[in-house]
């Protein structure tokens, strides 16, 4: 679904990546974890598309496409999802609309029909019951007013809505309680299938217990420095990255 | 020697002219010409409005003085310009070039309307404002409604068209609400090509009435729009406007409302959406003359090109006006490095229990917003769209007429595609 090959990425002539393999096959979840620093939000802004983040060298396949060289747009409706570690609020901007929006520019983009109001809203209220949002995040502003747990629910509901082929998620963990969490995981398996693929950016072993990842990778000065099965980040969490890194030992 | 030259010269000429035109045709003007010969002493004496006041520093008049407009006559709309007038339910006063056109407009029911002369009122001010003095030497035709106690008038469409001739015209309009009426007032001025629109409003609120003043300003590419509205409020009752600046070379909208009686409120919302080298002014001036008294000014400006836009707001809190409660904000999203907004809030208070609060700001498109939305999919001249129009809408929501403000909206949308 994904592969990336010896990407480097910098920052204002700062780099940040320094040659990044990862190959992410149809159906499989992997977790990336890494000291803070490491990398993971960055890559995850370089493949997503965000502006600012120069691409030095490397590529990025996604679904056949050479994805660096597409606009955010286009990786979105190529089936990339980004669900943000600090979703924006959107004053001004009703949240139903917003969803409409994206996810109707997404299929325009794809050459599918459009959702009308009523299915669109039978579709985003069914989503929303199942991440026990209530109905009045769809009639409020784009994350305006939202908890940290309710802003993140919506980047989940967001993903439900629109059905990537991969979604990264960027530390989405962060700032949830574990009623929250479980909701968010639950959100994230209920997807899981052949054609889902995920890539979770996480600091910590909790919620690869409720998203149980198929392989973890561990981030260092933007390198994968380590590769393993779910046990992985098991070690990482009672030995630290110490126990990993070599250059942190 | 040479003559005298320079924008000041060019003031004085333009206005010697409007005053030579107002005694060629003088025996013709219609109404009181008694308050048009004292008005057309004003403009032989104090001319236009000039660089060097304070009032008209960001605003200069040059281009305006350096046009000519010859005095409007019987017109006819195109039908293209005639369809500019959104289907709105409500009684049509139309006025092409300035004129009333009785076959374009309405009936009223329930309350009375008059035209055929300029409605002067009592409430305009032709010795302190030099544009309102122009017009009261120079009107020659507009409205005077008048709105029974107690009665609920529904919405007026007053719509003037122009129709591109290079005429100038001054329409003088009366809006009268008796104690406890209400009215909607949709006010457009519409228009093709290169004219002058000065007309002046003058609203007399009493007591518990509720008038609705929504404006739509959509002059054609060339035109002055020099607008003056009055608006005086007593107890109880509110003035509540919208004005919506998309039009027009050089366009001013100055409104002066004052809260006479204790509990009066005035809503000034304004949005100014600008491009190529449009300049467009929004000048208020709220008194609060009694206590309890409210005003609110939401004013936002959209700027492409290398457009200007400028606000002056004034709130005037009388040693009386206890309990006074003011807001102003002023919000510009630049969207081009050449645009310029020149904001200059102004409160002078003399009560000492008041609350009254001003802001501004002024900044491009969030990055981060942007990003946000393009990221879910959304094309990114989509997306800028939706974030001009997220950033209008708390100016634009509190319009509670459903009608008008989907017209609103859809001259909006119609400005964001043919910007630029």
């Known amino acids: ?249 | 020697m040479s003559a005298p030259s320079g924008p000041l010269a060019a003031l004085k000429a333009a206005a010697d002219a409007f005053v030579a035109d107002y005694h060629a045709r003088k025996t013709s003007l219609p109404g009181d010409s008694h308050v048009r010969a004292e008005a057309a002493a004003l403009v032989a004496t104090q001319g236009l409005p000039g660089p060097r006041e304070e009032a008209w520093r960001y605003t200069p008049l040059r281009p305006f003085a350096e046009a000519q407009f010859a005095p409007a006559r019987r017109a006819e709309p195109s039908a293209a310009l005639l369809a500019r007038i959104p289907a709105i339910a409500g009684t049509r006063l139309v006025f092409v070039d300035g004129r009333f056109h009785s076959e374009l407009s309405g009936v009223p029911e329930g309350y009375r309307v008059t035209t055929g002369e300029p409605a002067f009122g009592h409430l305009a001010r032709p010795a302190e404002e030099k544009l309102v003095a122009l017009n009261t030497m120079l009107a020659e035709d507009g409205a005077a409604i008048h709105v029974p106690a107690g009665t609920d008038a529904g919405t007026i469409i007053l719509a003037s068209l122009a129709t591109g001739a290079a005429v100038g015209f001054h329409p003088r309009h009366h809006i009268v609400l008796e104690a406890g009426a209400t009215l909607t007032l949709i006010d457009l001025a519409l228009g093709d090509g290169e004219y002058l629109s000065n007309p002046v409003l003058t609203f007399e609120v009493a007591a518990g009435a509720t008038v609705t003043h929504l404006r739509t300003q959509d002059e054609g590419a060339g035109a002055f729009h020099l607008s003056t509205v009055y608006a005086e409020v007593a107890e109880g009752g509110t003035y509540d406007s919208f004005a919506l600046t998309l039009g027009g070379k050089l366009a001013r909208m100055e409104v002066h409302a004052r809260l006479a009686g204790p509990n009066a409120a005035a809503h000034l919302n304004a949005a100014q959406l600008l491009g190529a080298s449009q300049h467009a002014d929004f000048t208020t001036i709220v008194r609060h003359d009694a206590p309890n008294t409210a005003s609110r000014q939401t004013v936002k400006n959209v700027l492409t090109g290398r457009s200007r836009g400028v606000f002056q707001g004034k709130i005037e809190v009388a040693r009386i006006a206890q309990k006074t409660d003011g807001y102003q904000m002023n919000q510009a999203l630049l969207l081009s490095p050449q645009a310029e907004m020149d904001s200059k809030p102004q409160l002078q208070i003399y009560a000492d229990d008041v609350k009254c609060s001003h802001g501004a700001t002024v900044g491009a498109l969030d990055a981060d917003q942007l990003f946000y939305l393009r990221s879910r999919g959304v094309p990114e001249a989509e997306a800028r769209a939706i974030l001009v129009r997220a950033f209008l809408s708390e100016a634009l929501d509190p319009i509670t007429h459903e009608e008008a403000r989907a017209a609103m909206e859809a001259a909006i949308a119609a400005w964001w595609e043919r910007r630029e």
Do not use: C, W
């Open chain 1, 1 to 249: 679904m994904l592969e990336i090959k010896g990407l480097r990425a910098s920052i204002d002539g700062k780099a940040i990546l320094n040659g990044i393999d990862l190959v992410i096959p149809p159906g499989e979840v992997h977790a990336i974890m890494g000291p803070n620093g490491s990398g993971k939000s960055t890559l995850s802004y370089v493949l997503s598309g965000r502006e600012g983040y120069e691409v030095d060298g490397g590529t990025a396949t996604f679904a056949g496409q050479d994805i660096l060289a597409m606009e955010p747009e286009e990786r979105a409706a190529a089936g990339l999802f980004l669900a943000f570690q600090y979703p924006v609020e959107l004053p001004g901007v009703n949240n139903a609309n917003f969803l409409r929006t994206a996810l109707n520019a997404q299929r325009r983009a794809r050459g599918e029909g459009e959702l009308d109001a009523v299915q669109f809203l039978k579709l985003a209220r069914t989503e929303a019951k199942r991440l026990s949002m209530p109905d009045d995040m769809l009639k409020r502003n784009v994350n305006v007013g939202f908890s940290g747990g309710e802003k993140k629910r919506n980047e989940v509901l967001q993903m439900a809505m629109l059905r990537p082929k991969l979604a990264i998620l960027d530390e989405t963990d962060s700032g949830l309680d574990i009623d929250a969490l479980k909701i968010v995981a639950e959100g994230v398996n209920a997807l899981r299938g052949p054609g889902f693929s995920a890539l979770v950016i996480t600091h910590y072993q909790r919620l690869l217990d409720h998203i149980v990842p198929d392989r973890v990778h561990v981030l260092a000065n933007g390198r994968i420095v380590k590769s393993g099965g779910p046990e992985l980040a098991h070690a990482l969490e009672a030995g630290g990255y110490a126990a990993v890194i070599p250059e942190a030992a």
